[in-house]
């Protein structure tokens, strides 16, 4: 069975950090690009980023709020997909998911598989 | 960024009706949409991808459509698990962009 498990959420004050962790099994990880979305307290979804596989260069993508405060990595040893988040901010607050990107019909990508979620709170 | 419209926001409607939602982009996207369903408190759910293709195990009553910049997502006699939040969502460039959700409650 393909499983995405976040792990690491919880309440940070205002410019603190918090890491994320995605624990993958049931695929190879190694091949599979992965994303990170959030989606704020009654509001809809949003792209935050995406990590490629190593073999195409391993490159990131990052949305404009978050980028040069995010950081995406990998660690295909051990199937784990991370999100470094710094210098939080209220906005930041959100449910956010780690999903697979894939190749579901030539030259069409699709996030086919999403973990369960996990709730960062940013608040004094 | 593309942005993604959907319409409506949100319709209320009864086990056994058909509803249609429509999701516009805001350039020609071809037919790189997909459409995702979001539970009450789960995780969204791949539906359709490449704007018509359903995902596997996904009820036929499922069926999507369009292409350019135009696209439906069409349920038939919905069913109670059908009660949900919709997105669509392209993935023609990047940034991938959703739609603000089409949430379908009870009549």
């Known amino acids: 069975e393909v499983l995405l498990v976040e792990s690491g959420g919880g309440l940070v004050k205002p410019g603190g950090s918090l890491r994320l962790s995605c624990a993958a099994s049931?695929?190879?990880?190694?091949?599979?690009?992965m994303n990170w979305v959030r989606q704020a307290p009654g509001k809809g979804l949003e792209w935050i980023g995406r990590?490629?596989?190593?073999?195409?260069?391993?490159?990131?993508d990052y949305a404009a709020p978050v980028k040069g405060r995010f950081t995406i990595s990998r660690d295909d040893s051990k199937n784990t997909l991370s999100l470094q988040m710094n210098s939080l901010k209220s906005e930041d607050t959100a449910v956010y998911y780690c999903?697979?990107?894939?190749?579901?019909?030539?030259?069409?990508?699709?996030?086919?598989?999403w973990g369960q979620g996990t709730t960062v709170t940013v608040s004094s | 960024d593309i942005q993604m419209t959907q319409s409506p926001s949100s319709l209320s409607a009864s086990v056994g009706d058909s509803v249609t939602i429509t999701c516009r982009a805001g350039?020609?996207?071809?037919?790189?949409l997909n459409w995702y369903q979001q539970e009450p408190g789960k995780a969204p759910k791949l539906l359709i991808y490449?704007?018509?293709s359903l995902q596997i195990g996904v009820p036929s009553r499922f069926t999507g459509s369009g292409s350019g910049t135009d696209f439906t997502l069409h349920i038939s006699s919905l069913q109670p698990e059908d009660f949900a939040t919709y997105y669509c969502?392209?993935?023609?460039?990047?940034?991938?962009?959703f739609g603000q959700g089409t949430k379908v409650d009870i009549k």
């Open positions: 999903t697979t990107e894939t190749e579901v019909a030539l030259g069409h990508n699709a996030m086919d598989v």
């Open positions: 049931g695929f190879t990880f190694s091949n599979a690009w």
């Open positions: 990590i490629k596989s190593k073999s195409e260069g391993g490159p990131t």
């Open positions: 350039q020609s996207i071809s037919s790189y």
């Open positions: 490449a704007a018509s």
């Open positions: 969502q392209q993935s023609y460039s990047s940034p991938p962009t």
